[in-house]
């Protein structure tokens, strides 16, 4: 059997065909791993870099693997390259992607070199990033499980079938030991907007409550985004005129999403929501 599983304290060459231990190697180094780095928090644009990590303790020729996130609802993958990476240091010759959003997964195979003298390899490392992939979080559709989401490597999945393997000296194949991350989304708030003293529905008194905040009465405002009734991602005098037309006038203008139910905020903006009667 040309595979072997990692996951001994030791690391090991190839000798005629058998898997040896090797006290050369640095000990100190971990069997073969595979990480998939925690990305970022969120930030404007909701658009975030996630990279899988290598750690090893002898040569890699290349590897394959999947992975799938918990979310794919709310979570997309929009490219999987080779940017930042050791990867593209290197300069790797083959790269083959496989994005299938509808469940959550990507498959990857690479190979580091295609033509002699075939002398490219990742050398002995902790944590050496050999995949960037770029995840756009979708603020707008309700989390299908919960805060967190969960990205885990895996193998035999996608069409075709991409298996979990690394190639390292010999050249054979071997199992990487593999961790998971996670990535707790934000909560996103519903609300509804010109709903402004949290009642649960609009009428003068909301007009009303915006002006005593406007002009420093003390009023507590605990959601700045059901008081931006124009959602021009400001809260002034506009925003209480706005909203006594949309109940006094038929010619004017509609208040922009969410304000017909609860809902999520399709701008976005610095502005917040901390409480909302909203579910």
């Not at 998939?36 to 975030?48: A, H």
């Not at 090893?56 to 993958?77: A, E």
């Not at 790797?92 to 295609?114: F, H, P, S």
């Not at 069409?159 to 010999?170: A, R």
Request: net charge negative; hydrophobic share 35%; charged share 15%.
């Amino acid at each position: 059997d040309n595979t072997y599983t990692g996951g001994n304290s030791n690391c090991y060459s190839v000798r005629e065909g058998s898997v040896h231990l090797h006290s050369l190697y640095d000990h100190s180094l971990r069997p073969e791993e595979l990480v998939v780095e925690t990305p970022p928090d969120p930030v404007s644009g909701w658009t975030l870099d996630q990279f899988v990590t290598l750690s090893t303790c002898t040569s890699v020729y290349g590897f394959s693997y999947g992975l799938q996130n918990t979310d794919p609802t709310h979570i997309s993958v929009s490219a999987v390259d080779l940017a930042g990476t050791v990867s593209e240091s290197i300069g790797a010759e083959y790269l083959a992607v496989e994005i299938d959003n509808a469940t959550g997964l990507y498959t990857v195979g690479c190979v580091l070199d295609l033509t002699p003298p075939l002398n490219k390899f990742f050398n002995p490392g902790v944590n050496q990033k050999i995949i960037r992939a770029q995840l756009s979080v979708d603020p707008l559709i309700p989390l299908q499980a919960g805060p967190e989401v969960q990205f885990d490597i895996v193998s035999g999945q996608g069409t075709p079938p991409v298996d979990l393997y690394l190639t390292i000296p010999g050249p054979i194949d071997t199992i990487p030991e593999v961790s998971q991350s996670s990535l707790d989304l934000p909560e996103i708030p519903r609300f509804l907007r010109g709903g402004i003293n949290d009642s649960g529905f609009r009428n003068v008194t909301d007009a009303v409550f915006l002006l005593f905040y406007l002009f420093g009465e003390p009023v507590d405002l605990v959601c700045a985004s059901a008081a931006d009734v124009n959602d021009d991602s400001a809260i002034d005098l506009a925003d209480p005129v706005y909203l006594l037309d949309s109940l006094y006038l038929s010619t004017a203008p509609a208040i922009p999403a969410p304000s017909a139910a609860c809902g999520i905020d399709p701008t976005v903006d610095a502005l917040t929501c901390e409480n909302s009667i909203c579910p």
